[in-house]
């Protein structure tokens, strides 16, 4: 029989694998996605129809795996219109295609090394929108991780300036991807209340409708019918690439949730932070880049300013839990005045 420390070291394996998952996934959709921006299949513009064929072909597995995975059990999500073109899904498809277009965009425009600090003022505008819309307060720590992402943000731009590789454009970008990444993320969670925290259905849905939102931006920027009197049309490279691309923004989703599952909401966070500085070490090593000490600072600055917002938010968890044991203990009469008159449950 196998000792009893067998389970805990199973379960420890078991994290380590979804964490290197997340990671690999992750950093290899970055990677690719400024392969293929870069022109390295030629100088057609393809920001917008690479995000519209990664949409199509998320969906396309999500069909397909329900097909050829019937034996385990997985279904393809049934199609409500009610739900699909509900105000909450539509809301969000229409943030994932700004967020997916600018970020493209700022991919074609800036290094890999360069894209934890383009976009570092997601977390800005997540404490500004939760503030303003969900009536969060600010804390002092909030301020503060506020204040070291600006720096970090500033000094990281300086410093891409004297390198001689600022891109204006590229910085506009990440913002604008910052910003619509926030407000995704927020209706994100707002959606799945909506799917019933059904994360294959919010994939498989949220897939479809970028999908269609896509097509009118692809074809009005003249990139689909560019495509298809292009070369890439014969390039079996090309699409396999981009294929493959989409399987992982599917994959991004569905190992984000196992992250989450086998460890924490606030470890998930962690993991993205550990996983951007890893990116930027691999991309300066794999581009062959020489930066300053500065540089590094306005990178460890943003990665700082993020990891006080995940302390602020592991307080904040920690007294909502305590809170929320402490109202289940009151008889229920009291929980009614505790909670202003209305019941918990």
């Known amino acids: 029989?196998?000792?009893?420390?067998?389970?805990?070291?199973?379960?420890?394996?078991?994290?380590?694998?979804?964490?290197?998952?997340?990671?690999?996934?992750?950093?290899?959709?970055?990677?690719?996605?400024?392969?293929?921006?870069?022109?390295?299949?030629?100088?057609?513009?393809?920001?917008?129809?690479?995000?519209?064929?990664?949409?199509?072909?998320?969906?396309?597995?999500?069909?397909?795996?329900?097909?050829?995975?019937?034996?385990?059990?997985?279904?393809?999500?049934?199609?409500?219109?009610?739900?699909?073109?509900?105000?909450?899904?539509?809301?969000?498809?229409?943030?994932?295609?700004?967020?997916?277009?600018?970020?493209?965009?700022?991919?074609?425009?800036?290094?890999?090394?360069?894209?934890?600090?383009?976009?570092?003022?997601?977390?800005?505008?997540?404490?500004?929108?939760?503030?303003?819309?969900?009536?969060?307060?600010?804390?002092?720590?909030?301020?503060?991780?506020?204040?070291?992402?600006?720096?970090?943000?500033?000094?990281?731009?300086?410093?891409?300036?004297?390198?001689?590789?600022?891109?204006?454009?590229?910085?506009?970008?990440?913002?604008?991807?910052?910003?619509?990444?926030?407000?995704?993320?927020?209706?994100?969670?707002?959606a799945e209340t909506v799917l019933d925290r059904d994360s294959l259905k919010l994939a498989y849905y949220n897939n479809m409708n970028c999908m269609m939102l896509f097509l009118p931006l692809v074809i009005g920027s003249g990139q689909l019918v560019s495509v298809f009197k292009s070369q890439y049309i014969y390039s079996m490279n090309f699409w396999l690439v981009l294929t493959f691309t989409g399987g992982l923004s599917l994959c991004i989703g569905w190992v984000s949730a196992l992250q989450i599952k086998y460890t924490s909401p606030i470890a998930h966070h962690l993991s993205i932070n550990a996983k951007s500085v890893c990116q930027t070490v691999l991309a300066v090593l794999f581009y062959n880049e020489s930066k300053t000490l500065y540089w590094w600072l306005g990178n460890f600055l943003v990665v700082a300013g993020v990891l006080v917002y995940t302390f602020t938010r592991i307080l904040e968890d920690s007294k909502k839990s305590k809170d929320d044991v402490s109202s289940a203990d009151l008889p229920i009469t009291l929980q009614k005045q505790h909670t202003n008159g209305h019941f918990k449950v």
């Open 1 to 190: 029989m196998p000792d009893d420390g067998s389970h805990p070291r199973r379960h420890y394996w078991i994290i380590a694998g979804v964490v290197l998952m997340y990671w690999a996934v992750s950093i290899s959709m970055v990677f690719l996605n400024k392969f293929i921006l870069s022109g390295s299949f030629g100088d057609e513009e393809l920001t917008i129809f690479a995000a519209w064929y990664q949409s199509l072909s998320a969906a396309g597995f999500i069909v397909f795996i329900g097909f050829g995975g019937q034996k385990c059990k997985i279904k393809v999500p049934k199609v409500e219109p009610s739900l699909l073109y509900s105000r909450t899904m539509l809301l969000l498809s229409m943030s994932s295609v700004c967020s997916l277009t600018f970020n493209n965009l700022m991919l074609k425009h800036i290094g890999v090394a360069f894209y934890q600090v383009a976009r570092s003022f997601t977390i800005i505008f997540t404490i500004g929108l939760s503030a303003i819309y969900l009536k969060k307060g600010l804390t002092a720590r909030a301020v503060m991780s506020c204040f070291l992402v600006v720096c970090g943000f500033f000094i990281g731009i300086d410093q891409e300036d004297v390198s001689g590789t600022l891109s204006v454009m590229g910085v506009i970008y990440g913002l604008l991807s910052s910003l619509s990444a926030a407000v995704t993320g927020i209706l994100f969670k707002k």
